[in-house]
């Protein structure tokens, strides 16, 4: 049997255990209310108690202080669709059926707010939509400030930067039934972390007589790139550092030159637009390091934060000019890696842990807590034994995948992307090079480490149902 098969069968058997504990191993005889926050776009190296001296997100920070944060949390599938559709499904892209377009989920079991729904819960949408069907169609009872497409503008509009925008045209507030409020703003307005704050706070103030999993999802800090209200100023482009691994220009094509991301700027990348849209780019995520401030603050004074799981993380990463590219749909670390922070009772204070899990693990980490039966088809792992220090380890390695244009894995400080269209592959030591800047595929001293990491990316892929492994 291969190792990943039978890691698949060990680990699923392990939560099985798991999930048959009671909840009060993490110190509560009830279940507890849950916040699951999560941004559009968001580089894992935005977190200024992360390591970033130039951000200013003291919310996150508190988060980060207050709670426990997995510093190698992954999107295996870096693109909005997929990744959302993997967080709700805990399921791959292949098992899921949004791997390609047309990125329409096919979700036959359970779906992460169902079961929450199932142990006795209120589920809560708030903020984009952008998962096929609607939120009440995927266990969402009631929905607030729910964003999602509508209809193109008749005139273009403008970024901060003067560029056309391609990223939510058209898109308005709206009800789950579809009635829709544009007086409200036409794609994305300056302000509008406040209108998701404000409904995710009406939720949090209403009189519970069950717990609640409410769930916010932010559009920060996607493009359009739109300084929002107080922090038009607060850095400066000329200041920003550029990125570590910033290149003018990508060295082949990875599988999306021609993708809308990758259009906002020129090539090459001139450093100029990269410092202007990092500066804007950070104001955005500042004003929704505020508003979740202010969901925080509405928490403490519903006296309800004792008994409220809070999580915050993001749907993938971003390059803004790393590796001379602009978009998400990538491998590298800046992209793949997200920020993933756990905050409440039974969640370990002040801890980081660096064991490799997915976005996908969420759901299974809350059927754990709520003490659910395993469901079969998730494909997910529970990251609970991890922060009861049970474990030190989820999984031997990481697979990523776009498309039918990139394949990686990520295992014990090495990481190899190959690009099947391009007819590339890259190979990093991450211990030594952690931006990825030095490939050393065709160094003869680490071509076992390249067949070692290829053979066992191309067993989990073909164990998993992807077409390229057969």
């Given at each position: ?14 939560i ?21 926050l ?23 920070d ?45 979700m ?21 939509w952008?998962?096929?069907?609607r ?13 999602s ?28 039934e579809?009635q ?5 703003g ?68 990875h599988?999306n ?14 450093r ?79 801890e980081?842990?660096?064991a ?17 039966e ?13 922060l009861r ?19 990686m ?5 090495w ?46 892929l ?8 057969n």
């Open positions: 049997m291969p190792f990943t098969a039978r890691h698949t069968l060990f680990t699923q058997s392990f099985l255990i798991c999930c048959s504990l009671s909840f009060c191993n993490i110190g509560l005889a009830q279940h507890p209310n849950v916040i699951f999560l941004s559009d776009d968001q580089r894992p190296d935005t977190i200024g108690a992360l390591g970033n001296d130039v951000i200013q997100t003291p919310n996150l508190r988060l980060v202080r207050e709670g426990s944060v997995f510093t190698q949390a992954t999107c295996a599938n870096p693109l909005c669709v997929p990744s959302r559709a993997e967080i709700l499904s805990g399921q791959t892209g292949f098992r899921n059926g949004v791997h390609v377009p047309p990125l329409k989920p096919d036959k079991h359970i779906t992460w707010p169902q079961a929450m729904k199932a142990a006795g819960y209120n589920t809560y949408w708030v903020g984009k952008m998962i096929a069907g939120p009440s169609t995927r266990g969402y009872q009631e929905s607030q400030g729910l964003f497409s509508g209809t193109k503008p008749e005139l273009p509009q403008f970024d901060d930067a003067g560029r056309e925008v391609t990223g939510y045209r058209g898109w308005v507030f709206q009800t789950d579809g829709r409020f544009p007086e409200q036409i794609g994305l307005t300056p302000g509008i972390e406040k209108k998701f704050a404000d409904a995710a706070i009406e939720f949090i103030q209403r009189e519970h007589d069950k717990p609640y999993f409410l769930h916010v999802n932010f559009t920060a800090p996607h493009d359009p790139l739109l300084a929002p209200p107080g922090w038009e100023n607060n850095y400066s482009p000329k200041r920003m550092p550029l990125p570590k691994n910033f290149k003018p220009q990508h060295p082949f094509d599988g030159f021609k993708g809308r991301d990758e259009l906002l700027n020129p090539l090459p990348r001139k100029g637009d990269i410092k202007r849209d990092l500066a804007t780019y950070y104001a955005v995520i500042s004003y929704m390091d505020q508003q979740i401030g202010r969901i925080l603050d509405a928490l403490d004074k519903s006296g309800q934060a004792d008994n409220t799981i809070v999580v915050f993380s993001s749907d993938h990463g971003l390059a803004l000019g790393s590796h001379g590219l602009m978009g998400k749909q990538n491998m590298y670390e800046h992209t793949i890696n997200v920020p993933l922070i756990f905050k409440g009772p039974g969640i370990p204070q002040g980081r842990f660096n490799q899990c997915y976005l996908r693990d969420l759901y299974p980490t809350f059927m754990d807590i709520t003490n659910q395993y469901n079969p088809a998730i494909e997910g792992t529970s990251l609970m034994p991890v220090d049970e474990i030190d380890e989820v999984y031997p390695f990481i697979i990523g995948y776009f498309k039918n244009s990139q394949r894995i990520r295992m014990q400080g990481k190899l992307i190959d690009y099947p269209e391009a007819n590339e592959v890259q190979l990093f030591h991450l211990g030594t090079d952690p931006h990825e800047l030095k490939n050393l595929v065709t160094n003869p001293k680490f071509q076992s480490i390249a067949e070692q990491l290829r053979e066992e990316m191309h067993t989990w073909l164990n998993h149902g992807d077409p390229l492994a």
